[in-house]
């Protein structure tokens, strides 16, 4: 199973704050990762696919780079409304497809 | 307007039985893959099991294997899980999601049900 690795599991930053989580693969997904944001109490949204396309109706200031093994997910500005827990995902051709642990973002 | 709604959960004890359905409306259901995702208690996501829209690939964590059973009618616009031998580790609650992408089997979750909630315990 390919694992993911996801840091760090949590997070406090100030609004406006630049945050950066970052996501390893254990072995080459190409760009078949994807980023979700879930909001307590509700199911998770999807925010970026394939590594680095803004999913439609995303705000701009959410962001994904990275390929291989390698991913980061950037918030450029953190608002109010971005606490959350996200989680990358990656869908290789190979089954299963796995989660990352996830990260809790909060606001400092 | 894409709507996924799952019912089927509730209480069940070891060992016993539960089938799960997700009624879909507001898309072309059986041009996307459908899967099942799950989350226990205050954890992580975790894929469960995955179809295709013709039901000629499917795919299922190792957790689940010879246990559960995915399945779809296309006719009526439903997704399924069929949970046997079920475990205190099944409890969770269980999501049905979309793929994005028209006619693949490995793509992004675009949209995801509510969920419901299955419960193991004597």
């Known amino acids: 199973d390919i694992q993911m690795t996801q840091s760090p599991s949590s997070l406090s930053a100030s609004v406006g704050d630049r945050v950066t989580i970052t996501c390893q693969a254990s072995?080459?997904?190409?760009?078949?990762l994807n980023w979700y944001q879930q909001k307590p109490g509700k199911a998770p949204k999807l925010l970026i696919y394939d590594a680095s396309n803004l999913e439609t109706g995303v705000p701009s200031r959410f962001s994904g780079s990275g390929s291989g093994t390698d991913f980061t997910f950037t918030i450029s500005s953190l608002q109010p409304e971005d606490i959350a827990t996200y989680y990358c995902?990656?869908?290789?051709?190979?089954?299963?497809?796995?989660f990352g642990q996830g990260t809790k973002v909060e606001i400092k | 307007e894409v709507q996924l709604v799952e019912s089927g959960g509730g209480l069940v004890q070891p060992g016993r039985s539960l089938r799960l359905s997700c009624a879909a409306s507001g898309f072309t259901f059986d041009d996307y893959a459908m899967h099942w995702v799950r989350q226990a208690p205050g954890k992580g996501l975790e894929w469960v099991s995955g179809?295709?829209?013709?039901?000629?690939?499917?795919g299922y964590a190792d957790s689940v294997k010879g246990r559960f059973t995915i399945s779809r009618d296309n006719a009526k616009n439903s997704l399924y899980l069929q949970m046997n031998s079920l475990r205190a580790e099944d409890t969770a609650l269980y999501y049905c999601?979309?793929?994005?992408?028209?006619?693949?089997?490995?793509?992004?979750?675009?949209?995801w049900g509510q969920g419901t909630l299955v419960t193991v315990s004597s």
């Open positions: 179809i295709s829209w013709n039901s000629g690939s499917i």
């Open positions: 999601a979309k793929v994005r992408s028209l006619y693949y089997y490995a793509a992004p979750f675009d949209y």
């Open positions: 995902q990656q869908y290789d051709n190979l089954l299963p497809w796995t």
């Open positions: 072995q080459d997904i190409s760009n078949y």
